[in-house]
């Protein structure tokens, strides 16, 4: 849990070109391996102690194994899933990303079933930065439904 003196402290993270560069250049590649389906390439982007959370949700896996079997429910539910970028935002915290999402629901996902037809929904991610291991310790996720 964070405490307010941890937002501060992110908050006071000194603006780096080097350190913005090498976060994007990061986040470029996480996003490659997603669109790529490709799992190692994914979890070289991450802290071994990575947490991922779907916030909304209340549903949460730790550590590199529990973000393989993040994306293994997210992949199998949506096998076509694309994420179209909405909005970014690249600082020395981390990257956050505003994306529209289209796929097919094929198994269900966080306990919604399955309707085997297309899906849009937008999501709000949170990348956190970890300057010392200059990987991203996870993912913070807000799903939304979008009105059709």
């Known amino acids: 849990m964070r405490t307010p003196n941890d937002v501060v402290d992110r908050l006071r993270r000194p603006v780096d070109h080097v350190e913005y560069e090498a976060i994007r250049r990061l986040?470029?590649?996480h996003s490659m391996a997603e669109d790529a389906r490709d799992i190692q390439g994914l979890m070289a982007t991450l802290t071994d102690d990575c947490t991922y959370v779907v916030e909304n949700k209340g549903v949460s896996w730790t550590g590199k194994q529990g973000a393989t079997e993040f994306y293994r429910q997210l992949l199998?539910?949506?096998?076509d899933i694309h994420f179209d970028l909405q909005d970014i935002v690249i600082g020395p915290q981390g990257v956050f990303e505003r994306a529209r999402v289209t796929a097919t629901h094929q198994l269900a996902w966080l306990d919604v079933p399955a309707t085997g037809g297309p899906v849009e929904f937008d999501v709000l991610i949170l990348f956190p930065w970890d300057?010392?291991?200059r990987l991203f310790t996870g993912e913070h996720v807000w799903v939304f439904e979008r009105d059709r």
Request: without cysteine; proline residues 20%; aromatic residues 20%.
């Open 76 to 79: 199998t539910a949506f096998p």
């Open 27 to 29: 986040w470029t590649a």
């Open 131 to 133: 300057p010392v291991q």
